[in-house]
Structures are given as C-alpha cells and as structure tokens.
C-alpha cells in the first residue's frame, strides 16, 4: 500500500498563491488517478482536484481556472498549484486515490492546513 505525506500549506492572503505537495514512498505509477480533497471547518470534505496517469485532469467547479493539478510519477509526487486564493478555499487538503465514491475512502492522512485570510 503506497503512503502519502501532504505538504505546502500555511497562511496566505487573499489573491495570493500557494503550492501544495504530496509524496508517496512506494510508486505512484501504481495509482491510475490521483486526486486532492479538502475539508473545510466544519464542512464535509469534498473532491478538488484529480489526475490520470496519462495527465488528463478534472476540477471542481469552484476551483477551475484558479488551481492546477499535476504529477510526476518518476519522482512519485502530486501537486496542486493554487493561485488566486480566497477566504471559502480555506480548509485541510488531502491527496489521495481517486474514486467514485468518496465515502468508501477511509485511510486518509493528516493533510496540510491551507488558511486564507487578511
């Protein structure tokens, strides 16, 4: 079973930029589809971000044209460049393996805390 480890979070002002990163120790060329999640203070946590092995990618719709998501499976890493950051995109952000269904995912890690604020 492949471990992830996020990073990149902080404090960051509104219209600012930050960059998170995600490692795995084992190969993530193994994962087909990668995706970032986020759970927001008090909120459910939803999908952001994913994916393909191929480099297809997808977004939700709060997030498009602001946040950029990438791979690098020699290196066994996912990122999520996010620019233009605001207050709603505050919360915990989690990498981890795409599905369908977000509530058969149980073995999330600790994330990294984004907090958008002036």
């Known amino acids: 079973q492949v471990q992830l480890v996020e990073s990149g979070g902080g404090l960051v002002q509104p219209g600012g930029s930050l960059r998170l990163s995600c490692a795995a120790s084992?190969?993530?060329?193994?994962?087909?589809?990668m995706g970032w999640y986020r759970q927001p203070p008090g909120k459910e946590r939803e999908l952001v971000a994913l994916?393909?092995?191929?480099?297809?990618?997808n977004y939700v719709d709060s997030v498009k044209g602001r946040f950029t998501i990438s791979r690098d499976n020699a290196k066994n890493t996912v990122s999520l460049q996010m620019n233009s950051l605001k207050p709603e995109d505050t919360a915990v952000y989690y990498c981890?393996?795409?599905?369908?269904?977000?509530?058969?995912?149980?073995?999330w890690g600790k994330g990294t805390l984004v907090t958008v604020s002036s």
């Open positions: 084992g190969s993530m060329s193994r994962i087909n589809v």
């Open positions: 981890h393996r795409w599905f369908p269904d977000i509530s058969t995912i149980r073995d």
């Open positions: 994916i393909t092995s191929g480099g297809s990618t």
